[in-house]
């Protein structure tokens, strides 16, 4: 069984950071690639990083370039989204997701629909107070 958890949301003072995990099973990291997205009240879903499952690079979503940083655990099993100088306008329910016809960066950075993922997590939310 595919199965994505996320935690380690949480509320954050304008310019705080917070750790972002999300634990994966049923299928393997080396295989396929991760991407982590957000939404916002009221606003669509939308793409923030990912890593590819056609080359391993992160890529990263214009308005979160140079603030999060997207990593795999050493255990495999993990992908993590380090969020440094957070703002407001980062408040959201963020969902890890992975996507076993194509790849996730596709739906981050390419202009693909972020519903062409297969697999989703139920989120965890963060919340940026002023």
């Known amino acids: 069984q595919v199965l994505l958890v996320e935690s380690g949301g949480g509320l954050v003072q304008s310019g705080g950071s917070l750790r972002l995990s999300c634990r994966t099973s049923?299928?393997?990291?080396?295989?396929?690639?991760v991407g982590w997205f957000r939404q916002a009240p009221g606003k669509e879903r939308e793409g923030v990083s990912c890593i590819s499952s056609r080359d391993r690079s992160t890529q990263y979503s214009d308005s979160v370039k140079g603030r999060f940083t997207i990593s795999m655990d050493n255990d495999r099993r993990t992908i993590h989204l380090d969020m440094n100088n957070l703002k407001p306008e980062d408040t959201a329910v963020y969902y890890c997701a992975t996507d076993f016809g194509g790849d996730p960066c596709s739906s981050v950075v390419g202009g693909i629909t972020v519903y062409a993922m297969d697999y989703w997590g139920k989120g965890t939310l963060v919340t940026v107070s002023s």
């Open positions: 049923g299928f393997s990291l080396d295989h396929f690639g």
